[in-house]
């Protein structure tokens, strides 16, 4: 029961995280003219989100070597209901920077946790798993909130309202957290098997895979900012559509997510990482080449679907390793997962402002290039290394 509530509390956290992010691209159009700014002014105060978010991670690292985890994790997602409750009540875009920025830095914190609590509640066989499936539940934040924003939008709601339907999520969390023990039955590491802990944070292999999640979720927030604000501003969709083309992306991202949490249980990591790498690219391309406004649906369903889980798989391939001390190895790969998520709305924003908005297009390309080639070689250096080879190794 205890680990039930707690994993319920994990997958809730992502959907959280998820939730502030999907929306950004339908908030901007309404925001702009809200407080009278230009797109990209807009979009860089949603850098303060994800840069809070970014601040978050980097303090998780030594949060939680220092900090009991369940209470840790309980006071952050309390704060957070609270600070996304008075979000929508800020008067103006400086007052909304900062109260994005802590709402960033809480959930950067909270989202650590959430992978710990998954990591400490189950055994190194069904770990990645379980990591997986909380990707499922962040994407499923996708094809509900990024659709229920876009018909509150159209129904003469404020661009700020879902935050309230987030604020009642995080107490559901604070409240799980603070009312269950975790079970901790993951071994707890040796002090050999910290130090090869240690070790594995300097190793090429694992420098490649941080800079593979960083153009990972870079290349993703911008494409997912900046395409619906196109077809928006084009008069090509409307808010509601827009809504729901964000939903079909993360519907492919679901479904992918289960399909790899099931395969994940009888194979290894890097099979599908290789399908992961060069899927999360090449279904990006026609997004970005152009398709008729009829396939658009369809191309962000397939898009969804050729991520395979990428960000998850990427962490369980660093971290399979036997009595690998996870409190220092989660915390380090989502922080540079965090980066990219950072650097998305404040990067693609200066693009735009200096090149156009569909210069952003070819930022959220090249990033996923970095992602496919970083990946390759960090598999291929993994082999040389005669720790693992495809096909062989064994289930994470």
């Known amino acids: 029961m205890a680990r039930t509530a707690l994993t319920l509390a994990s997958f809730l956290a992502y959907f959280v995280m998820s939730s502030l992010l999907a929306p950004i691209g339908l908030q901007l159009a309404p925001l702009a003219q809200e407080f009278g700014l230009e797109l990209a002014a807009v979009s860089a105060v949603f850098g303060w989100l994800t840069s809070g978010v970014l601040l978050g991670a980097l303090l998780a690292v030594p949060l939680y070597e220092r900090v009991p985890l369940r209470p840790l994790v309980a006071a952050t997602y309390a704060l957070l209901a609270a600070a996304l409750w008075l979000l929508p009540g800020l008067a103006d875009s400086h007052a909304l920077r900062w109260g994005l920025g802590l709402v960033g830095a809480l959930s950067g914190i909270g989202l650590a946790g959430a992978a710990l609590l998954i990591a400490q509640s189950y055994r190194a066989a069904h770990r990645t798993s379980m990591l997986v499936v909380t990707d499922a539940s962040f994407s499923s934040a996708g094809y509900i909130i990024a659709p229920l924003a876009g018909w509150m939008l159209a129904s003469g709601g404020g661009a700020r309202d ?6 009642g999520l995080a107490l559901l969390i604070a409240l799980l957290t603070a009312l269950t023990a975790v079970p901790r039955v993951a071994t707890a590491p040796t002090p050999d098997t910290v130090a090869r802990s240690a070790r594995t944070g300097t190793t090429l292999v694992f420098w490649l895979c941080a800079l593979a999640l960083l153009g990972y979720t870079l290349g993703q927030q911008s494409l997912l900012i900046w395409l619906p604000t196109l077809l928006t501003t084009a008069g090509t969709v409307d808010s509601a559509e827009a809504g729901v083309l964000i939903g079909r992306y993360w519907t492919g991202m679901f479904v992918a997510q289960l399909l790899v949490a099931v395969w994940l249980l009888r194979s290894g990591t890097v099979l599908i990482l290789w399908l992961a790498a060069w899927g999360t690219l090449l279904g990006a391309t026609p997004l970005v ?22 960000l998850k798989v990427v962490l369980g391939f660093v971290s399979d390793q036997p009595g690998l001390d996870l409190t220092r190895v989660l915390p380090r790969l989502l922080f540079a997962a965090t980066s990219g998520t950072a650097l998305a709305p404040v990067l693609s924003g200066f693009v735009a402002a200096q090149f156009g908005p569909r210069a952003t297009l070819g930022l959220a390309l090249g990033s996923l290039s970095l992602t496919a080639v970083a990946l390759t070689l960090a598999i291929l250096g993994r082999r040389v290394q005669g720790k693992l080879s495809i096909g062989t190794e064994e289930p994470s």
């Open 162 to 167: 879902i935050y309230l339907v987030i604020a």
């Open 289 to 310: 080449l152009g398709v008729p406004q009829s396939a658009f649906g369809a191309a962000m369903l397939i898009w969804g679907l050729a991520n395979f889980a990428l």
